[in-house]
């Protein structure tokens, strides 16, 4: 592994030990990836809003995640780590990618990145309801049974009055972090919504991290696939460009790829491949490149990989600076080396072009008209996620033939 870049499998069993501490107390460091305890941290429940993606939404925001991006908007403390001068040995090649080197006073700032040793969990619970904030212990977990009753009971006051509530979201941080009380939360909101049918979906948002390590994760939700939907983040599509935006090795670069397979494979649900954010995505040296190196060549290539349709479903965001922190935010931007990026239209202009150019042009949705509702769009997504499942199958029985003639 390079030096210098997280390795997200030991900073995941640092965050489970520390959350399966009690009293701020952390237990010696994990041999698990996640934790498998129906507990959250919660730093924030948002108000409900409008996505073009999962519909209206009330989002759950936890604590914790392997990776570091550099555009996350959010706070360091909350992703549950601290961020120190350990200055990495080895560094991508910026230059090569097209961007500009920090030097002077940024190149300070360059040098701080994601120390393994120091991760902890926050001290300070922001923005939470008394209903959320009364049942957490004092390092700030609460069972998956206290914050079910709260939002549940949200969301039934809501549709009373006659909102419409399509998803509720689970995002962060790393939800997946979470094994144990995403499980909890899927069980009773699909006891519920057998109960009442006007409740909405579980909305999962991921890396893909955990799901892309060990695919037997998956394996306890397949009771409740029904209840839920899953978001995927693209963390960029070549190595290179992972690993700058992400800080992790680019190993790990084909996390979000596999994880979309994986979650279509088991689960034979729909999966939407996006968060891809068109400020770190590409520059135009590296637009102007040919094969695998080119990010939208390499984009289409392994989303049609998964599914010849599925580049169709490919959903993208614009970096927001409304955080916590709007100076530290920039900071990371640059010490990443994204002083020079495309602008967002012009990437958006040549993605759509060359997409369209492949015969797979991509869907447009709104926050007015989620994709969600979209029947077309939905019908489709079934469809891919159907198909993905049965190649699976017929892969598995295959292999398993192949095993018995051995």
């Known amino acids: ?42 730093y924030n429940v948002a108000r409900p809003y409008n996505s073009q993606n999962m519909g209206r939404s009330l989002m759950i925001d936890v604590s914790g995640c392997p990776y570091r991006c550099a555009f996350c908007w959010v706070h360091d403390e909350a992703l549950g780590v601290k961020m120190q001068g350990a200055k990495p040995e080895a560094e991508p090649p910026l230059q090569q990618l097209g961007l500009r080197t920090p030097s002077g006073p940024q190149a300070a700032e360059a040098s701080e990145q994601a120390s393994e040793k120091t991760a ?66 899927a069980e009773l909101l699909h006891k519920a919504r057998q109960e009442d049918p006007r409740l909405p979906k579980m909305g999962i948002y991921t890396e893909g991290f955990h799901i892309a390590h060990d695919p037997s994760y998956l394996d ?16 960029n599509a070549t190595p290179e460009t992972f690993s700058q935006m992400t800080r992790i090795d680019p190993c790990h670069s084909d996390n979000h790829f596999k ?7 088991k689960l034979g649900t729909p999966v939407i491949p996006g968060g891809l954010v068109l400020d770190t995505f590409a520059t135009p040296e590296l637009l102007a490149e040919q094969g695998m190196k080119n990010p939208l060549v390499a984009l289409h290539r392994k989303l049609s990989e998964i599914h010849p349709d599925f580049p169709r479903m490919l ?58 509702r979209d029947r077309a769009a939905t019908d489709m997504m079934e469809r891919i996620a159907a198909d993905v499942q049965a190649r699976g199958e017929r892969a598995k029985s295959e292999e398993g033939k192949k095993a018995a003639t051995r």
């Open 220 to 235: 306890p939700f397949v009771p409740y696939k029904d209840s839920l939907r899953w978001f995927v983040s693209v963390k």
């Open 1 to 42: 592994m390079a030096t210098g870049r997280i390795n997200p499998e030991k900073f995941a069993r640092q965050l489970t030990s520390k959350i399966s501490g009690q009293g701020g107390k952390p237990k010696p460091e994990s041999s698990e990836l996640w934790l498998d305890e129906p507990v959250f941290i919660v």
């Open 315 to 372: 959903s993208w965001d614009k970096l927001s600076l409304k955080v916590h922190d709007r100076a530290g935010h920039e900071r990371k931007m640059r010490g990443a080396g994204y002083e020079t990026t495309m602008p967002p239209r012009d990437v958006l202009g040549q993605l759509q072009e060359y997409f369209e150019r492949q015969g797979t042009p991509i869907l447009s949705f709104t926050p007015e008209n989620p994709r969600i």
């Open 259 to 265: 994880a979309m397979r994986v979650i279509m494979e």
């Open 120 to 185: 902890f969990l926050p001290r300070k619970i922001a923005r939470l309801p008394d209903e959320v904030r009364k049942p957490m212990q004092r390092d700030g977990q609460i069972s998956a049974d206290e914050l079910f009753k709260y939002v549940i009971g949200n969301v039934r006051a809501r549709l009373e009055k006659g909102e419409v509530i399509d998803t509720i979201g689970f995002t962060g941080g790393s939800p997946t972090l979470y094994r144990g009380g995403l499980l909890r939360f």
